[in-house]
Protein backbone atom coordinates (compact mmCIF):
# COMPACT_ATOMS: atom_id res chain seq x y z
CA UNK A 1 0.00 0.00 0.00
CA UNK A 2 1.08 3.48 -0.75
CA UNK A 3 2.26 5.73 2.59
CA UNK A 4 0.41 8.50 3.60
CA UNK A 5 2.12 11.63 2.68
CA UNK A 6 1.55 13.65 5.72
CA UNK A 7 2.02 17.47 6.54
CA UNK A 8 2.64 18.37 9.94
CA UNK A 9 1.92 22.25 11.65
CA UNK A 10 3.97 23.27 14.06
CA UNK A 11 4.86 26.86 15.89
CA UNK A 12 7.13 25.44 18.68
CA UNK A 13 9.62 22.80 19.40
CA UNK A 14 8.62 20.27 17.60
CA UNK A 15 9.25 17.51 19.64
CA UNK A 16 5.60 15.31 18.40
CA UNK A 17 7.17 16.10 14.82
CA UNK A 18 10.13 14.18 15.98
CA UNK A 19 8.57 11.66 16.91
CA UNK A 20 6.74 11.69 13.51
CA UNK A 21 9.82 11.81 11.73
CA UNK A 22 11.30 8.52 13.47
CA UNK A 23 8.72 6.73 13.23
CA UNK A 24 8.79 7.25 9.71
CA UNK A 25 11.89 6.43 9.31
CA UNK A 26 10.72 2.91 9.22
CA UNK A 27 10.02 1.69 5.81
CA UNK A 28 7.09 -0.50 7.15
CA UNK A 29 5.81 2.91 9.16
CA UNK A 30 3.01 3.27 6.19
CA UNK A 31 2.98 7.08 6.18
CA UNK A 32 6.13 9.94 5.11
CA UNK A 33 6.28 12.84 6.72
CA UNK A 34 6.19 14.84 2.81
CA UNK A 35 5.70 18.31 4.58
CA UNK A 36 6.15 20.62 7.99
CA UNK A 37 4.64 23.94 7.59
CA UNK A 38 5.05 26.49 10.94
CA UNK A 39 3.38 29.54 11.39
CA UNK A 40 6.93 31.23 13.21
CA UNK A 41 10.28 31.39 11.74
CA UNK A 42 11.55 30.70 15.06
CA UNK A 43 10.24 27.35 15.27
CA UNK A 44 12.27 24.75 16.68
CA UNK A 45 10.65 22.04 14.92
CA UNK A 46 11.94 23.75 11.71
CA UNK A 47 15.41 22.43 11.98
CA UNK A 48 14.45 19.03 13.03
CA UNK A 49 12.43 18.53 10.14
CA UNK A 50 15.64 20.37 7.82
CA UNK A 51 17.75 17.52 9.63
CA UNK A 52 15.78 14.85 8.50
CA UNK A 53 15.46 16.05 4.84
CA UNK A 54 12.19 16.96 4.81
CA UNK A 55 10.61 20.65 2.73
CA UNK A 56 9.57 22.96 5.29
CA UNK A 57 7.29 26.14 4.51
CA UNK A 58 6.90 29.04 6.94
CA UNK A 59 3.35 30.64 6.94
CA UNK A 60 3.25 33.60 9.23
CA UNK A 61 -0.01 34.81 10.12
CA UNK A 62 1.35 37.89 10.56
CA UNK A 63 1.73 38.77 7.09
CA UNK A 64 -2.17 38.54 6.55
CA UNK A 65 -4.62 40.32 7.52
CA UNK A 66 -7.25 38.04 7.93
CA UNK A 67 -7.31 34.61 9.32
CA UNK A 68 -9.03 33.79 5.94
CA UNK A 69 -5.82 34.67 3.91
CA UNK A 70 -3.62 32.85 6.40
CA UNK A 71 -5.89 29.50 6.43
CA UNK A 72 -6.15 29.79 2.30
CA UNK A 73 -2.25 29.83 2.02
CA UNK A 74 -1.83 27.21 4.46
CA UNK A 75 -4.59 24.69 2.13
CA UNK A 76 -2.61 26.22 -0.81
CA UNK A 77 0.28 24.66 0.19
CA UNK A 78 -0.99 21.24 1.49
CA UNK A 79 -2.90 20.65 -2.14
CA UNK A 80 -0.12 21.57 -3.92
CA UNK A 81 1.96 19.18 -1.97
CA UNK A 82 -0.46 16.23 -2.64
CA UNK A 83 -1.12 16.01 1.59
CA UNK A 84 -2.92 13.21 2.47
CA UNK A 85 -3.19 13.75 6.36
CA UNK A 86 -2.22 16.98 8.41
CA UNK A 87 -1.14 16.39 11.78
CA UNK A 88 -1.06 19.85 14.59
CA UNK A 89 1.39 19.12 16.88
CA UNK A 90 1.62 22.31 19.00
CA UNK A 91 0.31 24.63 16.20
CA UNK A 92 -0.59 27.44 18.57
CA UNK A 93 -3.23 28.82 16.09
CA UNK A 94 -7.10 27.92 16.14
CA UNK A 95 -8.38 26.90 12.44
CA UNK A 96 -11.76 28.24 11.77
CA UNK A 97 -14.93 26.15 10.31
CA UNK A 98 -13.82 26.62 6.69
CA UNK A 99 -10.18 25.14 6.90
CA UNK A 100 -11.79 22.86 9.34
CA UNK A 101 -14.06 21.68 6.99
CA UNK A 102 -12.17 21.76 4.09
CA UNK A 103 -9.93 18.70 5.70
CA UNK A 104 -13.01 16.73 7.48
CA UNK A 105 -11.57 13.28 9.19
CA UNK A 106 -7.95 14.20 7.46
CA UNK A 107 -6.96 16.55 10.04
CA UNK A 108 -5.85 15.38 13.39
CA UNK A 109 -4.36 17.48 16.65
CA UNK A 110 -2.59 15.91 19.77
CA UNK A 111 -3.65 17.07 23.18
CA UNK A 112 -1.97 17.24 26.40
CA UNK A 113 -5.02 15.42 28.24
CA UNK A 114 -7.74 12.89 28.64
CA UNK A 115 -10.20 14.85 26.56
CA UNK A 116 -12.95 15.75 26.75
CA UNK A 117 -11.19 17.08 30.36
CA UNK A 118 -8.51 19.63 30.89
CA UNK A 119 -9.43 21.71 27.17
CA UNK A 120 -7.63 24.34 26.36
CA UNK A 121 -4.15 25.83 27.80
CA UNK A 122 -2.73 24.94 31.15
CA UNK A 123 -3.74 21.61 31.03
CA UNK A 124 -1.35 20.01 33.71
CA UNK A 125 -2.25 22.53 36.12
CA UNK A 126 -5.79 22.18 35.52
CA UNK A 127 -5.35 18.30 36.25
CA UNK A 128 -3.33 18.50 39.78
CA UNK A 129 -5.78 21.10 41.25
CA UNK A 130 -8.86 18.92 39.98
CA UNK A 131 -6.78 16.31 42.05
CA UNK A 132 -7.13 13.54 38.98
CA UNK A 133 -5.13 10.17 39.67
CA UNK A 134 -4.77 9.71 36.05
CA UNK A 135 -4.30 12.64 33.00
CA UNK A 136 -2.98 11.78 30.22
CA UNK A 137 -2.33 13.05 26.32
CA UNK A 138 -5.37 12.57 23.52
CA UNK A 139 -4.78 12.13 19.40
CA UNK A 140 -8.20 12.98 17.96
CA UNK A 141 -9.77 14.13 14.76
CA UNK A 142 -10.05 17.81 14.43
CA UNK A 143 -13.59 19.66 14.34
CA UNK A 144 -14.37 23.55 15.05
CA UNK A 145 -14.99 23.83 18.59
CA UNK A 146 -11.40 23.36 19.88
CA UNK A 147 -9.75 20.64 21.26
CA UNK A 148 -13.22 18.12 20.60
CA UNK A 149 -13.51 15.81 17.80
CA UNK A 150 -13.84 11.64 17.30
CA UNK A 151 -10.85 10.09 19.79
CA UNK A 152 -8.62 7.99 18.10
CA UNK A 153 -5.92 7.40 20.63
CA UNK A 154 -5.47 8.30 24.33
CA UNK A 155 -3.00 7.08 26.80
CA UNK A 156 -3.45 7.34 30.77
CA UNK A 157 -0.46 8.80 32.80
CA UNK A 158 -0.36 8.66 36.58
CA UNK A 159 -0.40 11.67 38.82
CA UNK A 160 2.03 10.52 41.42
CA UNK A 161 2.51 12.51 44.71
CA UNK A 162 4.98 15.53 44.43
CA UNK A 163 3.99 16.36 40.99
CA UNK A 164 4.33 19.53 39.95
CA UNK A 165 2.88 20.99 36.61
CA UNK A 166 6.50 20.26 34.75
CA UNK A 167 7.18 16.68 36.07
CA UNK A 168 3.26 15.89 34.93
CA UNK A 169 4.48 17.27 32.01
CA UNK A 170 7.13 15.55 30.87
CA UNK A 171 5.61 12.28 32.04
CA UNK A 172 2.86 13.25 29.52
CA UNK A 173 5.04 14.19 26.84
CA UNK A 174 6.90 10.89 27.02
CA UNK A 175 3.60 9.23 26.39
CA UNK A 176 2.24 11.50 23.68
CA UNK A 177 5.59 10.74 21.41
CA UNK A 178 4.00 6.90 21.40
CA UNK A 179 0.60 8.09 20.66
CA UNK A 180 1.12 10.15 18.07
CA UNK A 181 2.88 7.84 15.77
CA UNK A 182 0.61 5.13 16.98
CA UNK A 183 -2.71 7.21 15.98
CA UNK A 184 -0.88 7.92 12.15
CA UNK A 185 0.38 3.93 11.55
CA UNK A 186 -3.36 3.20 12.31
CA UNK A 187 -4.80 5.83 9.74
CA UNK A 188 -2.44 4.34 7.45
CA UNK A 189 -3.46 0.85 7.94
CA UNK A 190 -6.44 1.93 6.98
CA UNK A 191 -8.17 0.54 10.15
CA UNK A 192 -10.06 3.89 11.27
CA UNK A 193 -13.41 4.55 10.78
CA UNK A 194 -15.58 7.65 11.90
CA UNK A 195 -19.02 6.47 12.30
CA UNK A 196 -21.58 8.49 14.49
CA UNK A 197 -18.76 11.05 15.31
CA UNK A 198 -16.88 7.91 16.86
CA UNK A 199 -13.81 6.38 16.00
CA UNK A 200 -13.97 2.38 15.07
CA UNK A 201 -10.76 0.17 15.04
CA UNK A 202 -10.21 -2.66 13.39
CA UNK A 203 -8.93 -5.09 15.45
CA UNK A 204 -7.47 -2.86 18.33
CA UNK A 205 -6.11 -5.12 21.33
CA UNK A 206 -7.44 -3.66 24.73
CA UNK A 207 -5.09 -2.83 27.24
CA UNK A 208 -3.95 -4.77 30.54
CA UNK A 209 -6.42 -4.19 32.80
CA UNK A 210 -3.93 -4.14 35.90
CA UNK A 211 -2.02 -1.35 34.63
CA UNK A 212 -5.20 0.74 35.16
CA UNK A 213 -5.23 1.21 38.68
CA UNK A 214 -3.71 4.33 40.53
CA UNK A 215 -2.49 3.84 43.35
CA UNK A 216 -1.84 -0.21 42.66
CA UNK A 217 -4.89 -1.70 44.24
C1 LIG B 1 2.37 19.15 23.21
O1 LIG B 1 2.23 19.01 24.60
C2 LIG B 1 1.03 18.97 22.53
O2 LIG B 1 0.21 18.05 23.18
C3 LIG B 1 0.43 20.35 22.62
O3 LIG B 1 1.51 21.23 22.41
C4 LIG B 1 2.72 20.58 22.81
C5 LIG B 1 3.64 20.61 21.62
O4 LIG B 1 4.92 20.16 21.94
N1 LIG B 1 -0.64 20.50 21.67
P1 LIG B 1 5.97 19.86 20.79
O5 LIG B 1 6.12 21.15 19.98
O6 LIG B 1 5.45 18.74 19.96
O7 LIG B 1 7.25 19.51 21.51
Known amino acids: MARLRVAVLISGRGSNLQALI ?7 FP ?15 LMRAKDAGIRTEIINHRSFNAKQGFEASIDATLR ?7 CLAGFMRILTPWFVER ?3 RLINIHPSLLPAFKGLDTHNQALEAGVRFTGCTVHYVR ?8 IVQA ?23 CYPLAVRLIG ?11 EIAD ?14
Open 31 to 45: AEIALVIANQGDAGG
Open 80 to 86: GARIDLV
Open 103 to 105: WRD
Open 156 to 178: AVPVIAGDTADLLAARVLAAEHR
Open 144 to 151: PEMDDGPI
Open 204 to 217: AVPPDEDAMFNPIA
Open 22 to 28: DASDDDS
Open 189 to 199: EGRIRVRNEVV
